[in-house]
């Protein structure tokens, strides 16, 4: 079955013949003429031949499964909060392993001054920087926020619900 330039438009009786070539981001077929014409242009020797067959012949590839979604960080963010002894912590950890505040800065991708400033406890790490330090270290500085609140429907004046504005008044009180 012959196949046609799609550059010029001559016909190609051989289907071996056939190139295909991408221009300018579009996959086309092309004679030998115009396909040697291509690599010279392109600064490409023309004495070695590429022979890929048409797309007409080619095989469809596999579509593969996508992965499950995954919940982002940011929405898991709320949920964990530092622990208060972070600082003794990490400069343990860093100390047992026998590592400088430098080398800890680079395993987690952050600067040097980062670090002291989190071991002096000046600075508390984000979520997401403390997740870095417990795999690096090999510790935990998370722990999951565990709100238990306590709804005493006495004082409530015969509602038997609880509303927005109820909890937003008992995290108050809390504080």
């Not at 596999?62 to 972070?86: A, C, F, N, S, T």
């Not at 005493?152 to 015969?158: A, E, F, H, Q, T």
Request: hydrophobic share 30%; proline share 7%.
């Amino acid at each position: 079955m012959p196949c046609y330039c799609e550059l010029c438009g001559r016909e190609i009786p051989d289907e071996r013949l056939c190139r295909t070539v991408m221009v300018e981001g579009v996959v086309m077929t092309v004679c030998p003429q115009c396909y040697n014409r291509l690599m010279k242009k392109r600064g490409v020797p023309t004495q070695r031949t590429f022979t890929t067959p048409s797309l007409a012949t080619r095989k469809p590839r596999p579509v593969k499964p996508r992965p499950p979604r995954r919940i982002p960080r940011r929405i898991l963010e709320d949920d964990y909060e530092i622990i208060e002894d972070y600082a003794e912590r990490i400069r343990r950890a860093r100390q047992r392993l026998g590592w400088t505040q430098k080398v800890l800065a680079q395993k987690v991708r952050e600067k040097e001054n980062v670090i002291k400033r989190i071991e002096a406890g000046r600075l508390k790490p984000s979520i997401e920087l403390a997740r870095r330090l417990e795999k690096v270290l090999g510790i935990t500085l998370l722990e999951p926020i565990a709100d238990e609140v306590e709804f005493d429907y006495k004082s409530r004046k015969g509602d038997d619900y609880f509303t927005i504005g109820d909890l937003i008044k008992i995290r108050k009180e809390g504080k």
